[in-house]
């Protein structure tokens, strides 16, 4: 489990950052190979974050680091991308667009007056759907909706809530969605807790989703960004409905297009309704905090939310695949290849072989395939393998992206990646390769506590997917007593035909 | 994602601290049990004081052969930290060899030593998950290095021989440049690639350093004797500093520097800044226009819009920086007006981007659906034009200052901040108080002193736009934006490579 769940943004940066020559970026970047080294620090570490759950059963897990006088915050709300109806794809990334639009008293000038307004634009937006679907002229409606829209655009104050959130000295404030949960977060100096504190429970208890329809526009400026003008994008987006279908990790995070369109706003009220109940928040602070202070204020803030039963979880019925899949596109671009292994979610006790998998064949300049593929062949420019994807709570894929260098084909790729996988099925990986992935691992996590934003982020990552943050610290010792042997099973379970799914982007 | 992150790295540090003590703030009683807390809208609260500025103690000094060494000592983790900044950079190779100074700094690191061959290098690096990186940029060279601190004299022996000796073997050298081979071929499949890379040429011209790109007729024209020649041109002690923080004392660390580094030979002048005396001459080329490339595939138009910009030590940084604050960011004028309000694109920004020692841009940008990328750039150009003709509100005024000045504290989070930016300051001739004179300035500026910068440094008569998208989609086409105007297409046809 990494940042790779964020779907959006990592798979992105992983590949290109793959081409710029002078960057490499490992995850790892300093332990020993002596894991009793490293483990005091993390043990101290372990002992300085502390958990509270409020009677509503929203959890805190709170991390002291009193190196700079800052503090990092990061509200996990456990639905996802995963959690839409299938015609309502987009749901959950349109929720937290409109995140930051504001509240009751943040962002309008007069909520009585707006409110109407905000109504008016629902209803119209309905009629226009209806009339435009009976095949009748929309000319005055939509002439209406415009003069409406603008009435209630005067009532607007355009994104005060980051204004007051910059202006405070907050950096970071963003939010990302991905399959499996939304995030929202930023960082203040360490004297404004409890603006945080006042700002984000406001923000989800008496939330305002305004500017609806302009928003949608933005967001389908976004998909056209990220997927429809760009070729991995397009690819990627097939790839996941051949690979993955009737499973909800098939589907867009970002959403179909025409399922954006069709968005009302009472689809995302319904979702906001349903999953953004205290119990599916988990908030993750870590920096220069009391964590006494930040329970008394959690309390005050945050207990004002409602007791709200929680929504069932997702349930993944998908047909075991049986035969190999494929996806081919024609794009003006050059060409990409990708394949896709089905592999359960990360609660299987088989997740750290998974991740050592992908470590030994993709993790740095020694790694399998670089080392093959990239520098000895010089089949492909770039490689990259991600354990998990485009989620981990369910089942989902291992998958492996690659750049074919000039001149060369994707099937010379493909049959090079074969022949890597078939070594790694055939056998028992050397004991100084596994060391050196245990090691990796265990740096990786060292050099992330040394960061709020990245503590801020895991820790309610783990607490929600696993049921305890402490697992971020046992997954080492799950590392740890991965076998060759482990690895040589799960990889001849994984790596099957009728487990895989290719996808081609050739040259046209 | 909501926001498209766009941070120009001089912001990321450029950024300043205010240390005020808000006179109502509260002292929490730490620990206290009973803290009857009231929620309370955010208008209403009051703050403890702000936390104050405490910078790393550090120390500096210089071995006799000119190195130039910064430490810092930091003792959360067992992990210790250097970078090398070395002057060179690849404004500095010549016009027929471009690609040369980038191959010198992939391959001084990925080729390794005599003693220390690539593969037997990357083992042990990996199996200690420790690393050792390098490369040359525009204006500079670094190396780096990370390992945990009990590994720290095995990893800095191979850093330092890096360093000194690399062997530079010909099939690394052949190996990088067919990577930049493939990286040629791929140049257009990124409708943002296009448009940073032919953009930086409408400004500084195609065959400026600030702007021209690696192709296979330069990389032909680039030998080893040439990586040999470069390297050793600018890699001596004299013309390096070196920066090392983290969990290590000071005395022993200075005794492992003298060890590895104090026998290498120093090199003749001219080293350091007067090494880059003569930089290149730097003119906008297109003084204005319209140009597209057409890209029929496309859906949407990627645009930048702007003209040459200027230095970081402009006195005007300050007021400069507070209209880039008006203009940009959560609630910034340009995400307000085309994104928020007018739902146009999803990023937009137009950012005065100073560099240390030569003219940076200014630079308008964002991406639309074709069909409204004329109201695009209309919306962009009248903010232009708002922020030269009126003067901000004070409330603008105090946004962007306050978020600025509140948010300093996070360029001194961690020592290696510090670090980072003595070495910078140093590397670029920077007074070491740099960051606090801009302080001051900041907390000076007023709205009339931000119109008069817009109205000095914005000059929408040389505004170049460049449009990536699809010419037919974009309806109504280019030419109406104004009378007369002409739209120039640009070819970026890639040239084939010589057999």
Do not use: C
């Not at chain 2, 240390?19 to 009231?38: D, E, K």
């Amino acid at each position: 489990m990494s940042f790779f769940s964020l779907f959006s943004v990592s798979w992105r940066r992983a590949l290109t950052g793959l081409l710029l020559l002078l960057v490499w970026s490992f995850s790892g970047a300093a332990t020993s190979a002596q894991p009793n080294n490293i483990q005091p620090y993390i043990d101290r570490v372990a002992e300085q974050i502390s958990e509270f759950t409020l009677s509503n059963g929203m959890k805190f897990i709170v991390m002291e680091r009193h190196q700079s006088p800052t503090v990092s915050f990061m509200t996990y709300v456990d639905v996802g991308s995963a959690y839409e109806q299938p015609n309502k794809t987009g749901a959950a990334h349109f929720l937290e667009h409109l995140a930051f639009k504001g509240t009751t008293l943040i962002g309008t000038r007069d909520y009585s007056a707006e409110r109407p307004l905000l109504d008016e634009l629902d209803q119209l937006a309905g009629q226009l759907k209806t009339t435009q679907a009976a095949g009748k002229s929309t000319d005055s409606l939509q002439q209406q909706f415009a003069q409406t829209q603008a009435k209630a655009a005067a009532y607007v104050k355009q994104n005060e809530f980051g204004q007051i959130v910059q202006q405070a000295g907050g950096v970071g404030l963003n939010a990302t969605t991905s399959a499996d949960a939304t995030r929202y977060f930023y960082s203040f100096p360490a004297n404004k807790l409890e603006l945080w504190m006042s700002l984000e429970s406001e923000r989800f208890l008496d939330p305002v989703f305004r500017e609806f329809y302009e928003e949608q526009a933005v967001i389908l400026e976004e998909r056209r960004m990220r997927t429809d003008n760009s070729p991995i994008g397009k690819l990627v987006e097939a790839f996941l409905q051949v690979a993955l279908p009737d499973h909800p990790y098939g589907r867009p995070v970002i959403g179909f297009e025409a399922d954006i369109r069709n968005l009302e706003s009472r689809d995302v009220r319904d979702l906001f309704d349903r999953y953004y109940g205290p119990s599916r928040i988990t908030i993750g602070i870590v920096g220069d905090v009391d964590p006494k202070q930040v329970q008394a204020m959690s309390e005050a803030y945050f207990g004002r939310f409602k007791a709200q039963t929680r929504a069932p979880d997702v349930s993944v019925n998908m047909l075991p695949q049986t035969a190999p899949r494929s996806v081919n596109l024609t794009l003006p671009s050059q060409p990409w290849y990708m394949e896709g292994y089905q592999r359960p979610g990360l609660t299987d006790p088989d997740d750290a072989v998974y991740q050592m998998i992908s470590s030994i064949l993709s993790g740095g300049r020694t790694a399998r395939l670089y080392r093959s593929l990239v520098e000895q062949q010089q089949l492909a420019l770039s490689i990259q393998v991600s354990p998990t994807f485009p989620g981990d709570r369910y089942s989902n894929l291992l998958v492996l992206f690659a750049q074919p260098a000039p001149d060369r084909s994707i099937e010379q790729v493909a049959a090079a990646i074969e022949a890597e996988l078939t070594q790694l099925k055939t056998t028992p990986v050397p004991a100084a390769e596994l060391d050196q992935v245990k090691t990796q691992a265990r740096a990786s996590l060292l050099q992330t506590l040394a960061s709020n934003q990245g503590m801020a982020s895991l820790l309610p990552e783990y607490e929600a997917k696993t049921g305890s943050w402490r697992n971020l610290f046992e997954e080492l010792k799950a590392i740890d007593a991965v076998t060759a042997a482990d690895v040589q099973r799960v990889a001849q379970q994984l790596f099957q035909p009728q487990n895989q799914t290719v996808g081609k982007l050739t040259a046209g | 994602m909501w926001l498209n992150g766009y941070l120009p790295k001089w912001l990321r540090y450029g950024v300043l601290a205010l240390v005020i003590t808000l006179g109502l703030g509260l002292s929490w009683a730490s620990g206290s049990p009973a803290m009857a807390i009231t929620p309370q809208h955010y208008s209403d609260l009051k703050f403890p004081p702000a936390p104050e500025i405490k910078l790393p103690p550090y120390s500096r000094f210089e071995l006799n052969n000119g190195l130039k060494v910064y430490l810092v000592e930091d003792h959360e983790l067992p992990l210790v930290s250097g970078i090398a900044t070395i002057y060179t950079g690849d404004r500095l190779e010549p016009a027929e060899k471009t690609g040369l100074a980038s191959i010198v700094g992939d391959t001084l690191r990925s080729g390794g030593t005599v003693n220390y061959p690539a593969e037997a290098l990357n083992q042990f690096l990996e199996q200690r998950a420790a690393a050792i990186e390098s490369g040359i940029d525009t204006t500079a060279g670094s190396a780096s290095f990370s390992s945990l601190s009990e590994d720290l004299n095995e990893v800095f022996s191979r850093f330092a021989e890096l360093l000194r000796q690399p062997a530079f073997p010909p099939e690394r050298i052949e190996f990088t440049k067919n990577q930049w081979r493939g990286v040629i071929a791929r140049r257009n499949d990124s409708p943002d690639a296009i448009a940073g890379r032919e953009f930086q040429k409408l400004i500084y011209g195609a065959t400026s350093p600030y702007a021209r790109t690696i192709e296979y007729s330069t990389l032909d024209q680039i030998s080893r004797p040439d990586v040999l020649n470069f390297y050793q041109q600018y890699y001596h002690p004299n013309n390096i500093l070196l920066g090392i923080v983290g969990d290590f004392d000071s005395a022993q660390m200075r005794a492992l520097i003298e060890a590895q580094f104090g026998d290498w030979q120093a090199g003749s002048p001219p080293v350091g800044r007067s090494l880059l005396q003569d930089l290149p001459e730097v003119q906008q080329v297109q003084q204005s226009g319209i140009f597209i490339v057409d890209q029929p595939q496309l859906s949407q138009s990627t645009l930048q819009i702007g003209h040459l910009g200027g230095e970081l030590n402009s006195p005007d940084y300050a007021a400069l920086s507070v209209m880039n604050g008006v203009l940009n960011g959560l609630g910034g004028r340009l995400v307000n007006e085309v994104r928020s309000r007018q739902g146009l694109a999803y990023s937009v920004y137009a950012y005065w981007s100073p560099q240390f020692d030569y003219p940076g841009l200014f630079l308008a940008a964002g991406q639309t659906r074709s069909e409204a990328t004329i109201p695009f750039i209309k919306a962009t150009l009248a903010e232009l034009e708002k922020i030269r003709s009126a003067p901000i509100t004070e409330s603008e005024l105090a946004l962007a200052k306050d978020s600025i000045l509140n948010a300093f504290i996070f360029s001194f989070a961690t020592p290696a901040q510090t670090l980072s930016r003595v070495m910078r300051y140093d590397y670029y001739g920077y007074p070491q108080d740099f960051i606090f004179q801009y302080q001051k300035q900041l907390k000076a500026t007023t709205a009339a002193d931000v119109q008069r910068a817009a109205q000095t440094y914005l000059k929408p008569e040389q505004l170049v736009t460049l449009v990536v998208g699809n010419a037919a989609a974009i309806q109504p086409p280019l030419g109406s934006l104004s009378p007369g105007s002409k739209v120039t297409p640009i070819d970026v046809t890639i040239p084939s490579p010589q057999g």
